[in-house]
Antibody
Framework: EVQLVESGGGLVQPGGSLRLSCAAS????????MNWIRQAPGKGLEWVAY????????YYAASVRGRFTISRDNAKNSLFLQMNSLRDEDTAVYHC??????????WGQGTLVTVSS | QSALTQPPSASGSPGQSVTISCTGT?????????VSWFQQHPGKVPRLMIY???KRPSGVPDRFSGSKSGNTASLTVSGLQAEDEADYYC???????????FGGGTKLTVL
């Protein structure tokens, strides 16, 4: 069974940093590209970042480019999102999601990031 | 503002059919056959219902179907059932600079 479990969310002040993690199991993690997708409270879905299975290709949404960094450790079946210079509008539940060739097929339950003073 | 445009709401009675539209541009929906649809019940994670415009993942009822014409994709739910009441989101590949774009979501109500 595919499982994706996020951690690392919490309350942070504007301008602060957080590092999210996603532990993957139930599939060959190193064979799949991965995404981070967020959903602000009561709002829609927003794609944040993509990383190829080998980390050779990485893409970011314009809203986070230059502030967020996606990475992975295939030996540890783990995905990461380093978030710097956080803003109020980054408040959301952040999901890691397995790539399915330009869409996603499995989602984690998500971890809540709240940016507030 | 979301990159893809969906109607905020849609509704139908049990047994009826309802179609939800998703309008983009030639840089996303119209340019690639990589349109997906997700169903999200309150408090739950999204579930992939349609991928590559028309394909259904294993386990998705054949009451759900997808199509595309030009820059507009559509999701049709036939034989509406109470459990179909949920939010539906479309997404499309948008090229390397806008890898995955989502619609704003449509709340489907089964009357």
């Amino acid at each position: 069974e595919v499982q994706l479990v996020e951690s690392g969310g919490g309350l942070v002040q504007p301008g602060g940093s957080l590092r999210l993690s996603c532990a993957a199991s139930g599939f060959s993690f190193s064979s799949y590209s991965m995404n981070w997708i967020r959903q602000a409270p009561g709002k829609g879905l927003e794609w944040v970042a993509y990383i190829h299975s080998s980390s050779n290709f990485i893409y970011y949404a314009a809203s986070v480019r230059g502030r967020f960094t996606i990475s992975r450790d295939n030996a540890k079946n783990s995905l990461f999102l380093q978030m710097n210079s956080l803003r109020d509008e980054d408040t959301a539940v952040y999901h890691c999601a397995r790539d399915h060739t330009y869409d996603v097929d499995y989602w984690g339950q998500g971890t809540l990031v709240t940016v507030s003073s | 503002q979301s990159a893809l445009t969906q109607p905020p709401s849609a509704s139908g009675s049990p047994g009826q059919s309802v179609t939800i539209s998703c309008t983009g541009t030639s840089s996303d929906v119209g340019g690639y056959n990589y349109v997906s649809w997700f169903q999200q019940h309150p408090g739950k994670v999204p579930r992939l219902m349609i991928y590559e415009v028309t394909k259904r993942p294993s386990g998705v009822p054949d009451r759900f179907s997808g199509s595309k014409s030009g820059n507009t994709a559509s999701l049709t739910v036939s034989g509406l059932q109470a459990e179909d009441e949920a939010d539906y989101y479309c997404s499309s590949y948008g090229g390397n600079n806008n890898f995955l774009v989502f619609g704003g979501g449509t709340k489907l109500t089964v009357l």
